[in-house]
């Protein structure tokens, strides 16, 4: 049996980037091929629209768009803390169902690097959402400062936030996919041996 070396977040992270070069791929997150990102910019400038026209028409109680952007936050934060458990869940599930003999099998393919790039795309979306936590809980805090509204940073606040955000969803779904090819590859090395 050949010994794996262990993988930290940088290595993870050099895993997905090398398996990208190769494909020739960027990453997903900017990567507007691909329907997560392309879709998100679309959705984002919908509701940065959406945003322009209700700032516009409460410019003389910002107070309400500040009170209902502080709520829509806390629904975010929320589910982004439940999708965190979604994945982790996830990914424990999926590295607890594939076997030892699949994994040999890979190695001897000279595919673990591209196995490994699928189980660190959960670790990647995870750190995109962790990184949205913290933007929230602080988007909150600095919504709640008495200071003066400002009109332009509210706007591209709100539709980077809500690209990252739409983003985010969209990539989980994905990986929903990627669990049933798992499945699947697990099957058909599974059937090899039997």
């Not at 262990?6 to 329907?35: C, G, H, M, W």
């Not at 919908?46 to 952007?69: D, M, P």
């Not at 990914?91 to 660190?120: D, H, P, R």
Request: hydrophobic share 55%.
């Amino acid at each position: 049996m050949t010994k794996l070396e262990v993988y930290d977040f940088k290595k993870l992270y050099q895993t997905i980037r090398s398996v990208e070069k190769k494909t020739n791929t960027l990453p997903a997150i900017i990567n507007i091929k691909e329907f997560e990102s392309w879709f998100s910019i679309i959705l984002s400038i919908c509701l940065g629209f959406i945003l322009y026209i209700a700032v516009q028409t409460n410019e003389t109680s910002i107070s309400i768009i500040v009170s209902g952007t502080q709520n829509m936050l806390l629904y975010i934060l929320s589910g982004l803390i439940a999708m965190l458990g979604f994945i982790v869940a996830g990914l424990a599930i999926m590295l607890s169902t594939t076997s030892i003999t699949v994994f040999n099998k890979v190695i001897k393919e000279n595919k673990l690097e591209y196995l490994i790039s699928v189980f660190a795309s959960f670790v990647y979306i995870a750190v995109i959402i962790v990184i949205l936590i913290i933007i929230c809980i602080m988007m909150y805090f600095i919504l709640s400062i008495n200071t003066q509204f400002v009109f332009w940073l509210y706007m591209i606040i709100g539709v980077l936030l809500s690209y990252l955000v739409f983003f985010t969803l969209f990539y989980v779904v994905s990986l929903l996919g990627t669990c049933i090819n798992i499945f699947i590859f697990n099957l058909n090395h599974s059937e090899e041996d039997s």
